[in-house]
């Protein structure tokens, strides 16, 4: 007995030796690090060293870039996140970008390649011309004509137009306020039916046997024309005809722009000593410019793409009396022999000829608007 426990003695102290031994190995390593970072006692570098950005950092541009913070986040860049929206919104955009499209602008570019071809008749053959669609137009005299009737029209159009607009708006804000909201709903009428509609009514209105034009012409003595078989009335009957459907429009827009003049212009003005006139002249119509420029614009757009009123009330007779470019176009393209090429090249000079006069409208009526 003696023996072994002296044996199981000697294990324990060599045990016990063993972990003295490892638990010095430990502290001498743990010294050894802590002494490589301590700051030496002699001459050192005194740059600082550099250290890790908490906030991203921006470029020249405006883009975000990727770091890692000192919690040892990612940051995500600014450009990225940018381009994960934008993806977002061009895939809501895109029925509006796919009928925009169809419906625009690829037949603008069929019509533009078109129009620098010879179409066959029934569109089974096409002949490479370049220019020579344009350059055969302007060289004919009944491509000249319709744009003579289509200058015409805008000219009658337009301004008789707006001016009524202005009559009757100012009618409306005056004498008749009390109703203005009946009489605005009876105005605004014409809008909502569409052309042929249109051009239905005052089809029976022109006639000259049981129209009532004519009737009321008789009742002063007057003998009523063929309105829509004379070639110097006809232009005139479309004229109205557009110029009535037209006016709803143009008094709304003119309506709520007189509504919307300072009422203490007017009150000054009447201090002043001025009239009825005079305030019309001085105060309303330069308020109006901005709109009366804007209605000019439009209606002109309008005017020269006038096509509905003329299919009904004239056929573009008597002769070619009404036959405008728009008219034009649907002949050479649509009805009868087809000229799809002469049809398209007819579509782009009216189109440069719209561009032109806005242009020119800007221009010169541009500068003359008055702005608050």
């Known amino acids: 007995m003696g ?10 102290c060599a045990r016990r030796t063993q972990l003295s031994r490892g638990d ?39 883009e975000q870039i990727v770091t890692t913070t000192a919690a040892g986040t990612t940051q995500v860049s600014k450009k990225r996140k ?26 603008i570019i069929e019509s533009f390649r078109l129009s620098r071809n010879r179409v066959a008749p029934f569109g089974s053959q096409e002949i ?9 137009l302007l060289q004919s005299s009944d491509f000249w004509d319709t744009v003579k009737v289509s200058l015409w029209f805008m000219v009658g159009t337009v301004p008789i137009g707006i001016g009524l607009a202005v009559i009757v708006a100012l009618l409306l804000s005056y004498p008749l306020r009390r109703l203005n909201w009946f009489y605005r709903t009876l105005i605004f009428v014409p809008v909502v039916i569409s052309s042929a509609i249109g051009g239905v009514l ?65 009150e000054a003005a009447k201090i002043d000593g001025a009239g009825v006139f005079a305030r019309i002249r001085y105060i309303t119509l330069p308020q ?6 804007f209605l000019g ?17 004239t056929d573009g007779g008597p002769g070619r009396a009404t036959t405008n470019l728009v008219y034009q176009v649907f002949i050479d393209g649509f009805v009868g022999t087809r000229f799809l090429g002469r049809a398209s090249a007819q579509a782009f000079l009216l189109a440069i000829m719209i561009i032109t006069i806005s242009i020119i409208q800007f221009r010169g009526l541009g500068k003359k608007v008055h702005y608050q």
């Open 3 to 12: 023996t072994r426990e002296g044996h199981s003695l000697v294990v324990m």
């Open 24 to 62: 010095s190995r430990v502290n001498a390593n743990s010294s050894r690090n802590t002494s490589s970072t301590t700051t030496p006692t002699g001459p050192t570098n005194l740059a600082p060293r550099p250290t890790q950005h908490r906030f991203p950092q921006v470029t020249a541009k405006g």
């Open 82 to 107: 940018y381009k994960r929206g934008s993806y977002k919104a061009y895939f809501f955009l895109l029925p509006t970008f796919i009928i925009l499209f169809t419906f625009i602008y690829y037949p």
């Open 128 to 136: 490479p011309v370049g220019f020579d669609n344009y350059s055969r």
């Open 202 to 266: 005052f089809r029976l209105l022109y006639n000259p046997i049981v129209g009532f034009f004519n009737h009321w012409l008789s009742l002063i003595g007057i003998d009523g024309p063929n309105w829509l078989n004379d070639t110097s009335y006809a232009l005139v009957a479309v004229t109205i005809t557009v110029v009535w459907r037209q006016l709803g429009f143009n008094v709304i827009i003119t309506l709520a722009a007189i509504q919307n003049i300072d009422d203490s212009l007017y």
């Open 288 to 293: 109006l410019s901005p709109t009366l420029f």
């Open 297 to 313: 614009i439009v209606n002109v757009i309008i005017s020269l793409q006038a096509f509905g009123e003329i299919n009904i009330l």
